[in-house]
């Protein structure tokens, strides 16, 4: 089956800085790769998301890149904000069937 | 845009006793949806899918005479934790997604399950 892994584990950055985070997958078959966003106590929020027949994909702050051939894809947060710390999770999926998640980043930005 | 609801966002039962999850999709209709379980500070796992009308489909590993799952309508699903003992204690989380979404699954605000 599917596996994700996911790097950084924790990410401390200075507000106003980039935050990057990546994914590596492993089926080739996926071909949609969603990101969440998750607070304390809460379920995850889709910010973004993009599909295997795109390269990039941006939204405000927010950007997503692609890589098909080498299955990795990464989040990239511009101008971060206190109220971006959060833990995100990437996931790949085959159509919008069974969801497959890497293992979370912590995010801090450091007012 | 797409609402699911959780509740109870927080429940506390003792030992050997039964608790039910609902999700509900307010505004769509939903013949799928997904129960995950996240430990602190971990990802989140899929335990089953739920289809309306039909039996459930459980991931390798989750007992499925413990959680008990019920699609018995195109807005509701219930998670039936049997039995509950501490090491069930967990975060539940449901997700669903409207039919012709393109993907677009949404997740409801989860249930904190401790088990006393």
């Known amino acids: 089956g599917e596996n994700v892994e996911q790097h950084p584990s924790t990410l401390s950055v200075q507000e106003g800085d980039s935050a990057v985070i990546k994914c590596t997958y492993s089926?080739?078959?996926?071909?949609?790769f969603p990101w969440y966003k998750q607070e304390l106590g809460k379920g995850p929020q889709l910010i973004i998301d993009?599909?295997?027949?795109?390269g990039e994909k941006k939204d405000q702050r927010i950007a997503v890149t692609l890589n098909k051939t080498a299955k990795h894809f990464s989040l990239h947060i511009t101008e971060t904000q206190p109220e971006d710390s959060a833990v995100y999770f990437c996931?790949?999926?085959?159509?919008?069937?069974?969801?497959?998640f890497g293992t979370g980043t912590s995010l801090t930005v450091i007012p | 845009g797409a609402v699911v609801s959780q509740h109870p966002s927080w429940v506390i039962c003792k030992s050997g006793t039964s608790v039910k999850i609902e999700c509900r999709s307010l505004?769509?209709?939903?013949?799928?949806m997904f129960w995950y379980r996240q430990f602190p500070k971990q990802s989140l796992m899929l335990m089953a899918t739920?289809?309306?009308?039909?039996?459930?489909?459980?991931e390798q590993g989750v007992e499925k005479d413990k959680f008990l799952i019920n699609h018995a309508s195109l807005t509701l699903s219930t998670l039936t934790v049997t039995s509950a003992h501490p090491e069930d204690s967990s975060f539940y989380i449901c997700?669903?997604?409207?039919?012709?979404?393109?993907?677009?699954?949404?997740f409801g605000s989860g249930t904190r399950l401790t088990v006393v």
């Open positions: 505004d769509f209709q939903a013949t799928t």
């Open positions: 993009i599909r295997s027949n795109v």
């Open positions: 996931a790949a999926s085959i159509s919008g069937n069974q969801f497959y």
């Open positions: 089926d080739s078959a996926s071909n949609y």
């Open positions: 997700s669903a997604s409207p039919a012709g979404s393109n993907y677009g699954y949404t």
């Open positions: 739920s289809n309306e009308g039909s039996k459930a489909t459980y």
